[in-house]
């Protein structure tokens, strides 16, 4: 393998075959690299790869639950996929600086490796939960796919103009939110005290107002996409204190 080595390869393949996260495009990319010395995952990579799993476990778990309790369907998990600074997904090319994303039309959740630095060092949150509500996030796109709704809301974005269709996306990435806050419910016993502020402040952290502001520009509402932090923040909250998919409708709410 021109640019790995094959530790790196044989650790690639099982992470994937054991856990559901998806490591190839690391392994795609170094071989394409041309290199004389093999390079194996680094261990921030494979402590990377390994929390993913754990977090992309526990979802299963969790959203399996809901679905039985909750639904008249059967819950089919995605498959996370992780790479390093590029990729290319049937939803277009990505990167690190695009962020994580769900891509519906292979229903696979992708994030670059290095997002968790960033989400720490960049972006003020700090913490795993942190990071595994970023995940969960992804995972909730996943789930809004399986109950019908991110085909209608693809529709109806498709028939509106841009600002229509921005504030849409608005009240689809809150219900990921306060789906996310469904799964931090129903894994109380795996929590441990912080780790709800933690997932908070990641909320707020990377709310469309905080960041375009911290990027010297004036919030403009029309523009966002994500929502506010403070929105971002009290529908985690809000799924998270009720547990129920029926909290989590920000389509039906009058007021985000």
């Known amino acids: 393998m021109g640019g790995i080595g094959l530790v790196g390869v044989l650790l690639i393949l099982g992470i994937s075959y054991f856990t559901g996260v998806d490591l190839t495009p690391i392994l795609e990319e ?134 229509d269709g921005n504030a849409l996306t608005v009240r689809l990435e809150l219900q990921a939110d306060c789906f996310a806050g469904i799964w931090a419910s129903h894994i109380d016993g795996l929590m441990e005290e912080g780790d709800l502020d933690e997932a908070l402040n990641a909320a707020r952290q990377i709310g469309d107002d905080k960041l375009q502001r911290d990027a010297g520009r004036v919030p403009q509402p029309h523009t966002f996409t994500h929502g506010t932090s403070e929105q971002r923040s009290r529908w985690f909250r809000t799924g998270y204190e009720a547990g129920d998919l029926n909290a989590c409708d920000t389509f039906g709410a009058r007021q985000l």
């Open 30 to 163: 170094q071989t394409q690299t041309v290199s004389t010395e093999p390079r194996d995952i680094s261990p921030e990579e494979e402590q990377a790869a390994q929390f993913a799993s754990q977090v992309l476990a526990t979802t299963e778990e969790v959203w399996t639950q809901v679905f039985s309790q909750q639904t008249d369907g059967s819950y089919t998990p995605p498959q996370l996929v992780l790479f390093s600074d590029v990729t290319q997904s049937p939803c277009g090319g990505a990167s690190g600086a695009t962020g994580p994303f769900y891509c519906p039309m292979d229903q696979k959740a992708y994030l670059d490796l290095a997002f968790f630095n960033t989400l720490s060092q960049r972006l003020g949150a700090h913490g795993d939960f942190a990071a595994a509500y970023v995940i969960a996030h992804e995972v909730a796109h996943h789930v809004q796919n399986q109950l019908g709704i991110l085909p209608q809301v693809d529709q109806m974005r498709q028939q509106s103009n841009r600002v």
